[in-house]
């Protein structure tokens, strides 16, 4: 014969009968029920800003060994909440809803443990570690304060870079924005994690002479403004100018040349 498949199933065995020749008997033996815990999740873990909460969990528990299993479900964290507490399947997945209230908890890791037990199961208490990283919120930083473009003739055009950089923590989005005769010719939106930073190139084209001041408006998750100055200038036209009111050759003979300056 053969050893049961699964812990707690009837076991069959087979054995040759001498009341009929050639032929064999199956018996069963019936032992107890053993139920194990089944989780469908090792662990949970999630990344969340400072003062939000993270989205609730789903936790499936079921009874993957025989029998009932009748379980009771516990957090050790206030901010870590499970419900229903308590259940009992006889083979069929139950959900198990996983509140995180992370909105309260500091800037750092942040650790706390489900704990599933149930009477009989051979892998009772079944522990599920909790990890919740909380992120300090993004933080815009923007240099230089401001740009001078100095002099620049009309119809031509000259180029300058700001930096933009999240001194925060998680993901800092956002836009840069400005009006004629100032434009944004690359870097004009971002996503930046900590500690990323980013070029935001803004030309200067005066299409008139005088003076242009202008804004560059940084808007999104932070929002900032930077001045910008400029001056069109137009070239004077070109002016002829002749040193001498005439010039006197003298006599000159047929077929000769004189030079004067």
């Known amino acids: 014969g053969s050893p049961p498949e699964r812990p707690g199933r ?4 087979s054995a040759w009968t001498s009341d009929s020749p050639g032929t064999h008997q199956d018996f069963f033996v019936v032992g107890a029920p053993v139920p194990v815990i089944g989780s469908g999740a090792t662990s949970i873990e999630a990344t969340t800003p400072l ?3 993270v989205a609730s969990r789903v936790l499936e528990l079921w009874n993957a060994g025989t029998g009932v299993l009748s379980y009771s479900v516990v957090s050790n964290a206030q901010w870590c909440q499970v419900s229903p507490p308590s259940g009992a399947s006889a083979g069929e997945h139950d959900p198990v809803t996983v509140t995180l209230a992370t909105e309260s908890l500091p800037v750092g890791q942040h650790d ?5 037990s149930a009477a009989g199961a051979v892998n009772s208490p079944l522990s599920i570690p909790v990890r919740i990283l909380v992120e300090s919120a993004p933080a815009l930083e923007v240099t230089p304060a401001s740009i001078d473009f100095g002099s620049v003739a009309v119809g031509n055009a000259l180029a300058r870079r700001f930096t ?3 001194v925060g923590g998680g993901r800092l989005l956002g836009a840069a924005s400005t ?3 100032y434009s944004v010719t690359s870097g004009g939106t971002w996503d930046l994690s900590s500690g990323q930073s980013q070029f935001v190139t803004v030309t200067f084209a005066p299409g008139s002479a005088g003076a242009f001041p202008g804004a560059i408006s940084f808007s999104g998750d932070e929002a900032a403004v930077r001045e910008v100055t400029g001056y069109g200038t137009v070239a004077a036209a070109p002016i002829l ?5 005439a010039l006197d050759f003298g006599t000159v003979l047929i077929g ?5 300056s």
Do not use: Q, R
């Not at 009837?10 to 065995?13: E, L, M, S, T």
């Not at 706390?112 to 599933?116: G, L, N, Q, Y």
């Not at 100018?241 to 009111?245: A, E, F, I, N, Y």
């Open 241 to 245: 100018s002749v040193s001498k009111p």
């Open 10 to 13: 009837p076991a069959k065995w």
């Open 179 to 181: 009006s004629a005769p």
């Open 164 to 166: 933009v950089i999240n």
């Open 256 to 260: 000769a040349s004189s030079d004067l």
């Open 112 to 116: 706390a443990t489900i704990s599933v």
């Open 51 to 53: 003062g939000t909460s």
